[in-house]
């Protein structure tokens, strides 16, 4: 049984696999881990091997290329111009 924070951000890739709990909920936590207790075993090994493929497909290099292909494809016009933000204006200010 894997039990995940919400808070982590990884449900969509886990969501039907994992059970979700908010920490916090000490009442939600106990449920859950009940709930999970009560799965049948057939179910919690398909439940594991499906999550074991997503976490073998979705590994730190999917991640890293997948925040790199993020930020390249950003206009850099976006982002501030150095300029802005020069070293005279922070001393100006203390």
């Not at 924070?5 to 939600?28: C, H, R």
Request: glycine letters at 4%; charged letters at 30%; a negative charge.
């Amino acid at each position: 049984m894997k039990v995940l924070n919400p808070e982590f951000n990884l449900e969509s890739f886990l969501q039907y696999e994992a059970l979700l709990i908010n920490p916090y909920d000490v009442e939600g936590v106990a449920e859950t881990i009940f709930k999970g207790l009560m799965l049948p075993p057939g179910e919690c090994k398909k439940r594991m091997r499906k999550m074991r493929r997503n976490v073998q497909h979705y590994d730190v290099f999917w991640w890293v290329r997948s925040f790199l292909q993020s930020a390249i494809s950003k206009n850099l016009e976006d982002f501030p111009v150095i300029e802005e933000f020069t070293t005279s204006e922070i001393a100006d200010d203390e």
